[in-house]
């Protein structure tokens, strides 16, 4: 595969631990890893575009994203393989040139029809028997940019190249 021409990310359970946690006032937190925004970076330098689906709909998460300058972000989206189609005709690519890592159920549809699809090592095993990779690493410890690395690894590039 070449390098992919958009990568795509779920939030909770890559991005982060999966958790939500809540205060007694009705806040609600996440807790990012910021070693992801090296992976976003890289993408940068190489001029891929990064887009977020998410089902969640939070301002945590859009404030991220604006933080990041992730160039596509789609929250409260119940059906992500119907994004991505949508995306692919935006930009005239097709699902094959699309990177996607997710971690649950929801993710599953886009999982399979994308050209590297991957799953951080806490996923359910039957998720990650449906991908091309398993990152080491749980989601909300750096599994996003581990996916990155691992793009980047399959196409000879080394991330200081990037720097």
């Keep these: 595969m070449n390098l992919p021409k958009l990568i795509l990310t779920d ?4 991005w982060t631990d999966g958790g939500m946690y809540y205060d007694m006032h009705g806040n609600e937190w996440k807790k990012f890893n910021t070693t992801d925004s090296a992976g976003v970076l890289f993408c940068k330098r190489l001029h891929i575009p990064v887009g977020i689906i998410t089902g969640e709909n939070t301002v945590i998460v859009k404030r991220r994203a604006e933080k990041l300058g992730i160039d596509f972000l789609f929250m409260g989206i119940a059906n992500k393989l ?11 690519i097709d699902l094959q040139e699309i990177a996607y890592i997710g971690d649950d159920i929801n993710d599953l549809n886009l999982l399979k029809e994308v050209g590297i699809s991957a799953a951080p090592a806490n996923a359910p095993a039957y998720i990650q028997e449906q991908v091309d990779f398993v990152t080491q690493k749980k989601g909300g410890e750096g599994a996003f940019r581990e996916f ?3 793009i980047l690894k399959r196409q000879q590039i080394n991330p200081l190249d990037l720097i």
């Design 11 to 14: 939030i909770d359970g890559v």
């Design 82 to 92: 119907k994004i991505a189609r949508q995306l692919c005709e935006t930009l005239k």
């Design 148 to 150: 990155v690395e691992e």
